[in-house]
């Protein structure tokens, strides 16, 4: 690896503020910027990779490596490409399905703090979220790159702390295979979307099902209700919107005004955003 690379990663580390990332900031601390750890948790990338990337000792990190780094460090497409050429990687192209959120996508999940707002692929990976999603849903950082996507692990692990019957279930598995097939149509090319609907056909009966209905419709909204330690069942409105000119969904989970699940949601905002911080700062 070049020296570039790892000069470019730490001074793209130290400009990310923690509070921008939805982590705690705090006295104390000695970089202006990201701890290695917290970039590695971001990314889903072990602590000890990230030290050889930024020291030039890794191996040429993968494409989904870069794309990963480049959404945690919220990198502009320019810096996006740069850190591409510089790891000796292809740059994504049009013909790549998109999977990085510019600044200004990111600011706008940063203003819903109100409601859980999340930001997924055609290809339903997650690509960002922000603190109360996390406190609700689970934090994604938690995962692998691969395990970010929600039709793998839908198929693979479950929903939780989703929570629905047998008809709601099966309605959503059809709808979610009928999104993903758009997908697959418009990014032939796309290795990790062939690579996913290779693994789930090879390995899910279910989803080879319904893989073989051919069915073509586009997911964006359905009531769910969700498992709260916190509060109990929730029953939010959750509603995707298409963002123009990338095909990234921005997914919303929101509560009526003046209702039990509006309290609900305060409860979660206030308690639940103070666990996680404090399971975020802790060693």
């Known amino acids: 690896m070049t020296s570039e690379l790892g000069s470019v990663l730490r001074g793209w580390r130290d400009r990310v ?12 601390r000695r970089t202006p910027g990201l701890r290695r750890e917290e970039l590695a948790a971001l990314a889903g990338l072990s602590v000890d990779y ?8 890794a191996r040429a990190p993968s494409a989904q490596v870069l794309g990963s780094l480049a959404r945690s460090l919220r990198l502009t497409n320019d ?28 600011r706008i999940v940063d203003r819903l703090a109100d409601t859980l707002a999340s930001v997924y692929s ?7 979220w922000n603190p109360l999603w996390a406190a609700l849903l689970g934090d994604p950082s938690t995962l692998t790159p691969r395990n970010r996507n929600l039709v793998r692990l839908f198929f693979t692990e479950g929903e939780a702390p989703v929570v629905r019957d047998a008809a709601s279930r099966l309605g959503f598995a059809r709808n979610i295979v009928a999104d993903l ?20 056909r090879s390995s899910n009966a279910e989803f080879a099902a319904l893989w073989s209905e051919t069915a073509v419709s586009r997911h964006l909204a359905e009531r769910k209700t969700i498992a709260s330690v916190l509060v109990g069942e929730i029953t939010l409105d959750c509603d995707v919107h ?15 005004p003046n209702t039990p699940e509006a309290g609900k949601l305060d409860v979660i905002r206030v308690a639940g955003l103070q666990t996680f911080a404090t399971e975020a700062q802790a060693p």
């Open 50 to 57: 990230i030290v050889r990337l930024e020291q030039g000792r």
């Open 181 to 200: 097939r758009i997908a697959f149509g418009h990014y032939p090319d796309d290795s990790h979307l062939a690579q996913l609907v290779s693994d789930l």
């Open 122 to 128: 055609a290809a339903w990976d997650i690509v960002g």
């Open 242 to 256: 298409t963002v123009p000119g990338s095909d990234l969904r921005l997914v919303i989970y929101s509560a009526e």
């Open 17 to 28: 503020s923690p509070a921008a990332v939805g982590m705690p900031g705090g006295d104390g």
């Open 79 to 106: 810096e996006r490409d740069h850190l591409y050429r510089v790891a000796g990687a292809v740059v994504p192209t049009d013909r790549d399905l998109p999977r990085h959120i510019t600044p200004s996508l990111q």
